[in-house]
């Protein structure tokens, strides 16, 4: 992993340590991006239907590793996937999505040299959220920002206003109406969503929906609405899913989690009181659970208690509450 400037904690979440040059001065210049592209410093990042390329390594020994494949032994995936979107330079290599979902899975893989004796060799089509938490970190972002990059770009092929097709950008980073008269850009997106950690002397809250893992208890979360500041939908969000009303909110870390759009800032917040009246349409169960009786659990590794998985920011917030770090 490189060097960089530490900016804050957010560093320390998974997909949240990045020292790619996004290069957002140059990549309005298409000549520039295309000597890029072509020559024997282009590399691509395949995506197929939300899957990245990657191998799987025999973990934890052999960690799943991005599998960054050069642009100029692998025409066939600038003739046949879409129009490649530039990420970023880094180590002298310059980095390009390239969205191969409009191909089935076995021509994917085919052109990618999945099977064949190439560096791609014993590769997949893997979910990051599976692979990601055992990955290199640098090489998660890298994934996690071609992934949302891509998701994005799907669904903005046609104007939101008029309906009109649109045309990519600054190498794919802005995609602008293709109707003269309307014109509109339409810029990369990201969802903010809020999660927080309550806690009320000694006690935090934490819920669980029913579709989640056996055992595994959260905190809460949701996504913030116009009009709202960010403290404002932690609050509102604690209160329809507890009854919990909460004051002193303190802004923790934030985190990439393009699964698919969204940017998650993690709180830590005080309860006024422990009363509880929780919303069990959106959630199975939540409760107070004290602090040494968490650590206990992690502990013994309870099956009928367990955090939330390492790679999420719910856990950093937990991690640093259960350390004393907060609250
Ligand atoms: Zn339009």
């Given at each position: 992993m490189s060097d960089r400037l530490r900016l804050s904690r957010?560093?320390?979440?998974?997909?949240?340590w990045s020292t790619l040059d996004r290069a957002s001065a140059r990549r309005g210049d298409e000549g520039w991006l295309e000597a890029q592209l072509r020559g024997p410093l282009g590399r691509l990042v395949p995506v197929w239907r939300s899957r990245n390329l990657i191998d799987?390594?025999?973990?934890?020994e052999d960690p799943p590793e991005a599998v960054l494949l050069p642009a100029e032994s692998h025409g066939a995936l600038l003739e046949r996937g879409d129009e490649p979107l530039f990420l970023g330079l880094h180590g002298g290599l310059a980095y390009f999505a390239s969205d191969?979902?409009?191909?089935?899975q076995a021509e994917a893989e085919a052109i990618c040299g999945?099977?064949?004796?190439?560096?791609?060799?014993?590769?997949e089509f893997l979910d990051l959220r599976f692979t990601g938490p055992m990955m290199n970190r640098e090489h998660g972002n890298l994934l996690a920002y071609a992934r949302g990059m891509l998701t994005w770009r799907r669904r903005h092929r046609?104007?939101?206003?008029?309906g009109s097709e649109t045309r990519p950008k600054d190498g794919g980073h802005l995609r602008v109406c293709s109707d003269a008269d309307c014109a509109t850009s339409h810029f990369p997106r990201t969802d903010p969503a809020v999660i927080m950690l309550v806690t009320y002397g000694d006690k935090c809250l934490l819920g669980r929906q029913k579709?989640?893992?056996?055992g595994m208890h959260s905190t809460l979360a949701g996504f913030v609405e116009p009009g709202e500041t960010l403290e404002m939908a932690v609050a509102r969000e604690v209160f329809e899913e507890s009854g919990v009303r909460v004051h002193d909110v303190r802004y923790h870390s934030s985190q990439p989690w393009p699964f698919p759009t969204s940017l998650m800032l993690g709180f830590h917040a005080r309860a006024l009181s422990d009363e509880l009246d929780v919303n069990t349409e959106e959630l199975e169960m939540a409760d107070w659970f004290r602090r040494d009786w968490v650590i206990e659990q992690i502990g013994r590794r309870s099956e009928d208690f367990k955090l939330p998985r390492r790679d999420s920011i719910a856990r950093q917030l937990c991690e640093d509450w259960l350390a004393g770090r907060a609250g």
């Open positions: 957010s560093d320390d979440n998974f997909y949240a799987p390594g025999a973990p934890p191969l979902s409009r191909l089935d999945v099977r064949a004796e190439t560096e791609a060799n014993g590769a046609f104007c939101g206003v008029c579709v989640w893992p056996p």
